[in-house]
């Protein structure tokens, strides 16, 4: 494993784990941290023992936001010269589930990056906000787009024109996560989870991200005749054929991502 400056990179089973560990900034998403959570997170995509991946901070923040000093003084030609926005494209090329465990602040570039991941799995203490606007701008890496479509127009404008911050429990309720978990268990939760996934038959599960995905960037009928032809696709699969044999022998199927 490389030497990491800010995060931590572990493996559970079939699990790639990341962690922020930028604790004095809140784990504020700085250039080098994010450079980090991608080689790690692409490495992991490429790992073929490696099914599912988890990011996650500490207790207290799962990243407070953009790192607010590397851009206070930058120009508008500086920010489009960066370009760092494109960076967060890469979370879109990752084939693998990637689940958020998220606990304590989860505000601007955080939440974007955790609305990014598949899933997302909250602590109790879990905050979730695009305070953007304090700073007299706008969430930049899908806060307007992800959020609105996760918990509807009404609720996404108060959040991002208002800087309202949701608990962990109203954002369970507004369905922006998946489950709400004690701060002592949820990273556990959010790695059985991943457990189980990562225990599945691979392709299967490969598409499946896809087509789930696709359900935001397609009109419904291109979508749909997609999800059409992978299914058909997944039958040319070793793991189509003894999946379907193991329901029929009544045992467990031995998946091979063949
Ligand atoms: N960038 C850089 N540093 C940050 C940071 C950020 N986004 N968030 C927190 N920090 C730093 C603080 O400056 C502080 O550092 P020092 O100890 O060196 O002073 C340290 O983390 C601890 O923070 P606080 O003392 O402020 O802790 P608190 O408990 O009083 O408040 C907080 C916590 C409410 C999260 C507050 O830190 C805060 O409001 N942070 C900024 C949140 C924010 O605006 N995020 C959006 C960033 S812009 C963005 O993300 C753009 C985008 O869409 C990509």
């Known amino acids: 494993m490389p030497d990491y400056q800010h ?5 559970h089973g079939r699990v790639g784990l990341v962690r922020f560990n930028r604790p004095k900034a809140l784990n504020a998403l700085n250039s080098v941290l994010m450079e980090e959570m991608f080689m790690a997170l692409e490495a992991f995509d490429r790992d073929a023992e490696i ?17 607010i000093t590397e851009m206070a003084e930058a120009s508008a030609v500086d920010m489009l010269l960066r370009d ?8 879109r090329r990752l084939k693998k589930p990637l ?10 570039g955080g939440c974007e990056l955790a609305m ?25 890496a899908g806060g307007t787009q992800r959020l609105t479509r996760a918990v509807g127009k009404p609720l996404a404008m108060e959040m991002i024109l208002n800087a309202r911050f949701l608990t962990a429990e109203e954002a ?5 996560v998946n489950r709400v978990a004690p701060v002592e268990t949820y990273l556990e939760e959010a790695l059985a989870l991943a457990q189980a996934i990562a225990a599945r038959a ?6 499946a991200k896809e087509a789930v995905n696709n359900a935001f960037e397609t009109y419904l009928a291109d979508g749909l005749a997609d999800e059409r032809r992978a299914f058909y696709f997944l039958f040319s699969t070793e793991d189509q054929k003894e999946g379907m044999r193991a ?12």
């Open 99 to 108: 689940i958020a465990a998220v606990s304590g602040f989860c505000l601007g």
């Open 51 to 67: 099914g599912c991946l988890v990011v996650t901070g500490s207790e207290r923040a799962f990243a407070a936001g953009a790192d």
């Open 202 to 207: 691979p392709l299967a599960v490969r598409l």
């Open 84 to 91: 760092n926005g494109a960076r967060w494209d890469r979370l």
């Open 172 to 176: 369970a309720r507004f369905g922006l």
């Open 247 to 258: 329901f029929v022998e009544k045992r467990p199927a031995r998946w091979t991502g063949s």
């Open 116 to 140: 990014g991941c598949d899933m997302i799995v909250a602590s109790e203490s879990a905050r979730f906000g695009q305070p953007e606007i304090n700073l007299g701008v706008i969430p930049g």
């Open 7 to 11: 995060i931590l990179s572990e493996t």
